[in-house]
């Protein structure tokens, strides 16, 4: 079963293309975390020319905010949540389903996060990259 990682900034989706609300994006497309302070964990996705009529490969960028000087915990535990055996879990973070809520800001429905480590999605950034 494929995975899928899901993150939402929004408390409402408004479904305008004024700003990024909410992606799911394969875990394979993962290319990289990296900490851009000591209270924002960086994932880099390729985006594999979504998003884009002429097919162009695209980086998507998501900035989650993490709980301070925990960078190295937060990639321990998405790696972890990534590579759980979804098909054998009862824990309700671990869907069966193939869709991993990372972080979803909605304090509409109820804010999800997948780890303590994690205390909101501030940003999805989708960039073309350049010819």
């Not at 989706?13 to 990289?32: F, H, N, Q, R, Y």
């Not at 960028?61 to 925990?70: F, Q, Y």
């Amino acid at each position: 079963m494929k995975k899928y990682l899901y993150f939402q900034t929004a408390t409402d989706i408004e479904g305008t293309d004024t700003d990024e609300e909410a992606i799911m994006v394969p875990v394979d497309s993962l290319i990289m975390i990296e900490p851009q302070s000591a209270t924002v964990a960086q994932m880099f996705f390729e985006g594999k020319g979504l998003g884009d009529e002429d097919g162009a490969t695209d980086l998507i960028t998501v900035a989650l905010s993490v709980t301070a000087a925990n960078f190295e915990e937060f990639c321990r535990q998405i790696s972890k949540f990534i590579n759980a055996d979804i098909l054998n879990r009862d824990n309700s973070a671990y869907s069966k389903d193939g869709m991993l809520v990372v972080a979803n800001s909605n304090t509409t429905s109820g804010v999800s996060l997948f780890h303590s480590t994690v205390t909101a999605c501030t940003s999805i950034t989708i960039k073309t990259a350049a010819a």
